[in-house]
C-alpha cells in the first residue's frame, strides 16, 4: 500500500529529542512516510543551544528540488528556518507548490522562534519577514504561549484572550491555528488548548502532568498534525489525536533520567487515558478550568443514561414509517429507529405513539430520531440524536424520564466529547459514502472506526453509514456490535434475508 507522504522542513538536534529527528520519528510511527529537508545543524544539549549551523541556500533548494521531483507531500511540516534567506527560500517554493502541484500541500507551520531550552534558534530577527511572506501561506500554526506573544502581541491572561490572539493570527493570513496550552500559566492543575479555524473552535483540556521531560514536543504535536491531516483527519480530529499522542509521549518519557529529558514519540495513541477531555458549555471539565465565567454546573454528567442492556446491539434498521418498523419486527429485529423526516403535527405523533406501541408488543427496542419529547410523552425505549440537536435537547428529561440516548458522532473529537454525557450508546458515522445523507468530509472508514472501538470499550457502539451486506463482514470485525442501516434493507429485494444475513455476520464476532 502506498504510503501519505509527509516533508518536515526543519533543524537537525544531536540530542535527537525535538526537531527534524523528533519529526522523523513522529510521522512515521502515526503511519505516514517522513521526507526531511534540513535547514540548520544544531549543536545542543539540556544547557541549551550551543551553536547553529545553517545550511547554504544551495543546500536548501536542492533537498527541496529533490524531493519536489519524486516525493510530493500531501503535508508539510515547517520547523526552524535559521535566517531570513531561509524564509524567504521557502515561502518562495511554498507559493509555488501551491499554485502549480496537482494536489496542494497542506502546510503546519511551528514558529519556533524561542528553543524550549531557552536558547535562540535564529541568526538575527527574522519575524517581520515571517509574517509577511511566511504566514499567508500556512494552513495550520502551531505557536505555544510566548510565541503567540510574540507574533501577536496579545498576553494570554485568560481564556478569551487565546480567541483574540488567534483571529489576530487568521488575519495575518493563516487557515487554522492551534495554541498550545503547555506554557500558559491561566491555571495550573490543568493544560488548555485551543484550535480554531476562524469557523470553529475547539477546546481540549488535559490534567497537566508534572515532568521535567517535553524537549521536543512542539515539534511531536506539529508533525503528529501534518501527519494525520495528510492522511485525510479532520482538524478537530488531528487535533485530539495529536494532544493524546503528547500526552502519551510525556507519560512515556518519564522513565528518563536527568533533567529536561525528550519525550517520547510512541505508537498510535489507542489509550482513552490519554486523550484529552473536550471542553463544552456546563461540562464538569470546563468548570474545573474555570473556562466560562457563565457557566453553571449541569446535573446531566453526574450519572449515565439507562442502560440498553447489551453491549452488542446487533443490527438496527433506521426506517421512516410505521409500515417498515412493523414489518422489519416480524422478521426478528430487535433494535430499530423510527427516522421520520417527513411527516408532521398529529400525524407524526400517531405514526411515534405506533412505533412505541409496536416496539413494545414484540419486546424490541424501539428509538426515536430527533423528537425527543415526542418520545419521552409516548413513553419510547429511547431516543436518537445528533449533534446539532443535542444543543435544543433537555438531556436532564430525557434521562429522569428514564429514556436511553444514542448520539451520533463522526470521529475521534465528537466522540471522545460525547462520552462524557455517557450515553446508552454511541453511533459513528459515516462508515463508507452513503446516499442517504450529506455526510461530505466525514466519511470514517473502518480503520478510524476500529480506533474508536478500541478508545471506547465502555459505551456500546453502532456504526452507520453506507454499510452493505458486503460491508458487514470489515465492519463487524472492528468489534462494533451493531450495524444500523437504511437503504440496505429498504431498497433490498428481500429485507427479510437480508435481515438475518446481517444478523449471522454479526454474530461470529
Ligand atoms: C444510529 C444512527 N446514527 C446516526 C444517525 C444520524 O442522526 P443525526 O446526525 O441527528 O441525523 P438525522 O438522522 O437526524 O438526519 C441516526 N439517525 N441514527
Ligand atoms: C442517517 C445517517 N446518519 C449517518 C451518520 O453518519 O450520522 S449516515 C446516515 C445514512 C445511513 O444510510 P445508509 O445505510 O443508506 O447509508
Ligand atoms: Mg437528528
Redesign the pocket.
Known amino acids: 500500500m502506498l504510503k501519505n507522504i509527509v516533508w518536515t522542513i526543519a533543524g537537525s538536534d544531536c540530542t535527537g529529542g525535538a526537531g527534524i529527528q523528533a519529526d522523523i520519528k513522529t510521522i512515521h510511527n502515526l503511519g505516514s512516510e517522513a521526507c526531511s529537508v534540513i535547514t540548520a545543524v544544531t549543536a545542543q544539549n539540556i544547557q541549551g543551544v550551543h551553536e547553529i549551523n545553517a545550511v547554504s541556500d544551495d543546500v536548501l533548494i536542492s533537498q527541496l528540488k529533490a524531493l519536489s521531483e519524486d516525493k510530493r507531500p500531501s503535508a508539510i511540516k515547517i520547523g526552524m528556518l535559521a535566517n531570513k534567506r531561509q524564509v524567504l527560500l521557502v515561502s518562495d517554493f511554498l507559493a509555488n507548490a501551491k499554485q502549480n502541484w496537482q494536489v496542494s500541500p497542506y502546510v503546519v507551520y511551528d514558529p519556533v522562534a524561542i528553543a524550549s531550552s531557552g536558547g535562540e534558534l535564529t541568526e538575527e530577527d527574522i519575524l517581520p519577514t515571517i509574517k509577511q511572506k511566511l504566514l499567508p501561506l500556512i494552513d495550520l500554526l502551531t505557536p505555544n504561549a510566548n510565541e503567540v506573544q510574540r507574533v501577536t502581541g496579545v498576553y494570554l491572561i485568560g481564556w478569551s484572550s487565546l480567541k483574540e490572539a488567534a483571529i489576530e493570527l487568521i488575519k495575518m493570513g493563516v487557515g487554522a491555528v492551534v495554541i498550545k496550552g503547555g506554557h500558559i500559566d491561566i491555571v495550573d492543575h490543568a493544560c488548555v488548548d485551543y484550535c480554531t479555524d476562524g469557523a470553529n473552535d475547539y477546546w481540549l483540556s488535559s490534567e497537566r502532568i508534572e515532568s521535567e521531560h517535553s524537549h521536543g514536543s512542539g515539534c511531536t504535536f506539529a508533525s503528529s498534525m501534518a501527519a494525520l491531516i495528510g492522511q485525510g483527519y479532520l482538524l478537530r480530529d488531528a487535533f485530539i489525536l495529536s494532544k493524546a499522542y503528547i500526552n502519551q509521549g510525556i507519560k512515556g518519557a518519564s522513565q528518563y533520567e536527568g533533567i529536561y529529558g525528550p519525550i517520547w514519540q510512541g505508537q498510535w495513541p489507542n489509550n482513552i487515558t490519554d486523550f484529552p477531555q473536550v471542553l463544552t458549555n456546563d461540562a464538569p471539565s470546563a468548570q474545573q478550568v474555570d473556562w466560562q465565567d457563565d457557566s453553571k454546573p449541569s446535573d446531566v454528567f453526574e450519572s449515565g443514561f439507562a442502560s440498553v442492556d447489551t453491549d452488542k446491539l446487533g443490527l ?1 434498521p ?1 426506517v421512516d414509517s410505521v409500515a417498515w418498523i412493523e414489518r422489519l419486527l416480524k422478521a426478528g429485529v430487535k433494535t430499530i ?1 423510527l ?1 421520520d ?1 417527513i411527516h408532521q403535527g398529529q400525524e407524526l405523533e400517531n405514526e411515534i405513539s405506533q412505533a412505541v406501541a409496536l416496539g413494545k408488543h414484540y419486546q424490541a427496542r424501539v ?1 426515536i ?2 423528537y425527543w419529547q415526542l418520545a419521552i410523552k409516548h413513553g419510547a425505549y429511547g431516543v ?6 443535542l444543543e435544543d435537547a433537555d438531556l436532564q428529561a430525557i434521562k429522569q424520564a428514564g429514556l436511553r440516548l ?1 448520539v ?1 458522532t463522526h470521529g475521534h473529537y465528537e466522540m471522545v466529547k460525547i462520552m462524557q454525557y455517557k450515553p446508552s450508546y454511541l ?1 459513528v ?1 459515516a462508515i463508507f459514502p452513503t446516499q442517504t ?1 450529506d455526510m461530505t468530509g466525514q466519511i470514517q472508514g473502518v480503520e478510524t472506526l476500529s480506533q474508536l472501538c478500541q478508545l471506547n470499550q465502555s459505551i456500546p457502539m ?1 456504526a ?1 453509514g453506507g454499510i452493505t451486506l458486503e460491508r458487514a463482514q470489515s465492519v463487524a470485525a472492528t468489534g462494533v456490535g451493531c450495524i ?1 442501516v437504511v437503504t440496505a434493507l429498504t431498497q433490498a429485494e428481500n429485507p427479510e434475508a437480508n435481515v438475518a444475513a446481517f444478523e449471522k455476520v454479526l454474530a461470529c464476532h
Do not use: C, M, P, T
Open positions: 438496527y433506521v429507529q427516522r423526516k428509538f430520531n430527533d436518537h440524536l445528533g449533534q446539532e440537536d444514542g451520533s453511533a458515522g445523507k453502532v452507520i444500523a
